[in-house]
């Protein structure tokens, strides 16, 4: 059994997120799909 957590945009719910590196606000991540920036995200955890 694998436990995998996938991420999710907390606009769109779109997975399509990607990490950007800010030097003072620290981790933020970029949603491709609608464009929201920001440090939020929904973790959701899959069992398969
Ligand atoms: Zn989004």
Redesign the pocket.
């Known amino acids: 059994m694998v436990r995998k957590v996938i991420y999710k ?1 907390p ?4 997975t ?2 990607v990490p950007l590196m800010g030097f003072e606000t620290g981790m933020q991540y970029n ?1 491709l ?4 920036i920001g440090v939020l995200r929904i973790m959701e955890k899959k069992k398969k």
């Open positions: 945009c606009n769109c719910g779109s399509n997120l949603c799909n609608c464009g929201y």
